[in-house]
């Protein structure tokens, strides 16, 4: 009985990584597809990216705050003080920049993707749509993937900006440090291996956001109640995956810089 | 009527499926069965369309009949059986061939199904649209269409600021804009008041006898499938009449489903002669 029950769930579970990964893999095939559309795209760029800059600069200060506050009173304690700046631009470029931003669009855009492609299921909208011979990989999904990835990429950056400077803030103005000195140390040691791997966390972090959104909006069923658990799920499963990814991605370049 | 006759020209213009195939049947379900959750929804289901037909598709609430014109369209794929529809079988099609297919079959959802984002003119255009056709011949081709339908002036108003047979309209619209050959109709009539109805069953008796498109349909109100049964579209005042002395059109048969099984295949007169106790009770 037992042994069933955990057959079939581990049979869902294969098959439901079956249809997210052709899903993802059609959805991205149309990118090499002519005509490529790349209205759709803007409009959905302008959605994602635009919207969620009010909050990414608010989290991304606030965190670099607090970053400054809470560490320079430890590096304090082993007269250390002086590489705050280090510290925070650290934390902020390699981790806090691209998971917090990561984590803030999963909130926003992977559960308004679900939800708006899951209406559009239970109305037969996708249903019409294949019927009006066009394939909703290509005009609702793959638009989706290329906008979060490449948002994200630059929101994850202007995360990283607006937390230094938010760190600095509260380092020169609460902590009483020096500014240029909390500046110089923030960049001065930076190398190519944190700068990539700060790139490099965004794309798939975005790729994670707006597969698992489309994934769960696409594979709604059951009225209103089944968008509902489907936006839920998009939520918590791309949050989990983009804070398990990048631990490997982490690990993956610690490998490879170093560092 | 100037530019009835205009669209008369262009569709006479291109060679349709069935000119070129006579004597083909443009749909063909052979033994089709579907099942859904552990339960068969359509078990064994044979029957088939010929070029200018319209199949009447009776049958009570969730016996499977939306599903049977989505298995048509290629939108759900069979357990078993073949559905042939212009000679290729859509069971086993790949999606990207479907869509091509899918040009020449125009679909009518039963709730409607527009696209809430976009205003009228461009769900009405859409298909046009995704075939970058040249902005002119869209405009012109959108207003003909819902001309057709008699909503001319909804052209920029959005599918929630309609009507409920007004949106219908609207789908019926959309789904005929490219004169499609075949035309699977759910439910047009459903919900609606008899006057909205008859409208509806106008459109349709206009689109089978004036386009001579094949179409399945399907319907719970017995009285518009008897309507699309005895009248016939009249295009010198543009409106729906009754065949003379009682006769009924011989193009337009039905298919009554029960318990997932087709359980009649035959003309209107048979139908109401059918001796068969479900039938009798059901158009009664
Ligand atoms: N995609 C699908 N695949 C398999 N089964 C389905 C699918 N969609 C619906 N069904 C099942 O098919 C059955 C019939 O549904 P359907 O919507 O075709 O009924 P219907 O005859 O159109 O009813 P109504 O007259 O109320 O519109 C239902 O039991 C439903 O669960
Ligand atoms: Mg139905």
Redesign the interface.
């Known amino acids: 009985m037992a042994e069933n029950t955990l057959d079939r769930a581990a049979k869902n579970i294969i098959l439901s990584l079956q249809d997210y990964a052709l899903l993802s893999g059609r959805a991205l095939s149309n990118l090499f597809r002519r005509?490529l559309t790349l209205a759709d795209i803007f409009t959905q760029a302008d959605s994602i990216g635009v919207g969620s800059i009010p909050i990414v600069l608010l989290t991304g200060f606030f965190t670099g705050g607090v970053l400054a506050l809470q560490t320079s009173a430890s590096l304090s304690q082993f007269g250390a003080g002086a590489i705050t700046g280090q510290l925070v631009s650290f934390s902020m470029i390699k981790e806090l920049g691209p998971v917090l931003t990561g984590l803030m669009v999963s909130g926003r855009n992977a559960s308004g993707m679900a939800s708006e492609l899951g209406s559009m299921i239970v109305?037969?909208?996708v249903?019409?749509?294949?019927?009006?011979?066009?394939?909703p990989l290509k005009k609702l999904v793959m638009p989706r993937l290329v906008a979060t990835v490449v948002m994200l990429f630059f929101l994850a950056i202007l995360s990283d900006m607006v937390g230094i400077m938010g760190g600095g803030a509260i380092a020169v103005f609460m902590l009483g440090q020096d500014g240029s000195q909390y500046f110089h140390s923030s960049y001065q040691s930076l190398v190519f291996g944190d700068i990539f791997q700060g790139l490099v966390k965004p794309v798939f972090f975005g790729f994670i956001i707006a597969s698992i959104g489309c994934f769960y909006g696409m594979s709604t069923k059951g009225g209103t109640q089944g968008v509902g658990r489907a936006t839920t799920q998009a939520v918590v499963v791309s949050s989990v995956l983009i804070i398990a990814s990048d631990f490997v991605i982490s690990r993956l370049m610690i490998g490879i810089f170093g560092r | 009527m100037a530019d009835a006759a205009q669209a008369e020209q262009a569709a006479g213009k291109r060679e349709t499926w069935s000119q070129t195939h006579p004597g083909e049947p443009v749909v063909v379900f052979d033994g089709v069965s579907l099942r859904s959750g552990g339960h068969t929804v359509l078990d064994n289901i044979s029957f088939r369309v010929m070029g200018g037909e319209t199949r009447i598709i009776l049958g009570p609430a969730g016996v499977g009949k939306s599903v049977l014109l989505k298995l048509a369209n290629g939108l759900i794929r069979p357990d078993s059986g073949t559905i042939t529809v212009f000679g290729e079988n859509v069971g086993r099609l790949r999606e990207d061939d479907l869509f091509t297919l899918r040009a020449h079959i125009g679909m009518v959802f039963q709730e409607g199904a527009l696209f809430d984002s976009l205003t009228v003119r461009d769900n009405v255009a859409y298909r046009l649209n995704e075939d970058h056709v040249a902005e002119e011949e869209v405009d012109r081709r959108v207003r003909e269409a819902l001309r057709f339908v008699e909503l001319e002036d909804t052209i920029d108003k959005f599918p929630s600021q309609l009507s409920g047979g007004m949106r219908r309209r609207v789908s019926i619209a959309r789904a005929i804009i490219s004169d499609p050959e075949l035309v699977l109709y759910d439910s047009p009539t459903g919900g609606l008041d008899p006057i909205t109805s008859t409208t509806i069953i106008e459109i349709v008796v206009k689109q089978r006898d004036f386009y001579n498109s094949s179409s399945l349909l399907v319907t719970h109100r017995l009285q518009d499938a008897f309507t699309l049964a005895t009248h016939r579209f009249n295009d010198g005042n543009n409106k729906m009449e009754k065949l003379p002395d009682g006769k009924v059109n011989e193009n337009t048969t039905f298919l009554v489903l029960h318990e997932g099984k087709l359980v009649f295949d035959g003309s209107t007169l048979d139908l109401v002669h059918s001796e068969d106790p479900f039938i009798r009770e059901f158009i009664e």
């Open positions: 005509p109305t037969e909208q249903d019409a749509m294949r019927a009006l011979g066009s394939d």
